[in-house]
């Protein structure tokens, strides 16, 4: 094999791990730690690898110890990138109410397991702090009852013209059914629906329930990669800011 194919080969291969979601370079991965180091080491290689993510309208976010992380480019086309993550593909919505109320509790998840940019600056190898569900609703109900005190408005006659965090509000907190999960409609089932979607997605890897203590999920250096080069900063603590009823930093 010519060192030109070799090179291609190679490229190709980490292009494969990194879509890998479930892949960890290190002692369980050699190959994608030495894929890596070829990355780092070889232009040609570095050269082709950063081809086929442009062809495919990908921005390599991170190339570390900790793996290799792409996103599709932010593109006024029409057709974006193939590797677009859409709506459908994080989960099916028969209220688009709920669409923007998961839009929100992402949100909130993100500026708690984030909650100041320098967060986002630790070392890239470094787990999140581990959250649990009952510790999001918590966190999220409380921000929400500050925001309902810093805001002079009334709830509207026409509840489809209230804010989010109103109709936030009005959901219930919890509601076990006879099997033990949340009811459909319910603060709990939507945080719980939101940390399960980024378990599946690779961002948060989940520790089983014991007797008596809720799962937990650990959040994965992807998540923190993804939050700091595809959030924008300033307003997403803004955001927080706001609902906390405080005037954010310039």
Request: glycine letters at 4%; one cysteine or more; hydrophobic letters at 35%.
């Amino acid at each position: 094999m010519s060192n030109l194919a070799d090179n291609a080969f190679k490229a190709g291969r980490l292009f494969h791990y990194a879509f890998n979601i479930r892949e960890r370079p290190g002692v369980q991965n050699p190959e994608y730690s030495r894929l890596i180091e070829d990355y780092q080491n070889h232009p040609e290689m570095r050269c082709i690898f950063e081809a086929f993510a442009e062809a495919c309208l990908l921005d390599v976010l991170e190339v570390s110890s900790a793996g290799v992380f792409l996103a599709p480019k932010t593109t006024g086309r029409r057709q974006g990138s193939a590797f677009c993550y859409r709506l459908a593909d994080y989960k099916m919505f028969d209220d688009p109410r709920d669409r923007v109320l998961h839009g929100l509790i992402q949100l909130v998840i993100a500026s708690f397991v984030f909650p100041s940019p320098e967060r986002l600056e630790d070392p890239i190898d470094s787990l999140g702090p581990p959250v649990r569900v009952p510790q999001l609703v918590e966190h999220l109900d409380r921000l929400l009852e500050q925001f309902r005190q810093a805001s002079p408005g009334m709830p509207s006659e026409n509840p489809d013209e209230d804010p989010v965090w109103q109709q936030l509000r009005l959901l219930v907190r919890e509601m076990p059914t006879e099997t033990g999960r949340q009811a459909r409609h319910t603060l709990t089932r939507h945080v719980q629906s939101a940390c399960t979607v980024l378990e599946r997605e690779g961002f948060f890897r989940k520790q089983e329930a014991r007797p008596g203590v809720p799962e937990k999920y650990i959040p994965l250096p992807q998540y923190r990669v993804h939050v700091r080069h595809l959030a924008d900063h300033r307003r997403l603590y803004e955001f927080v800011a706001k609902l906390k009823g405080e005037v954010a930093n310039a």
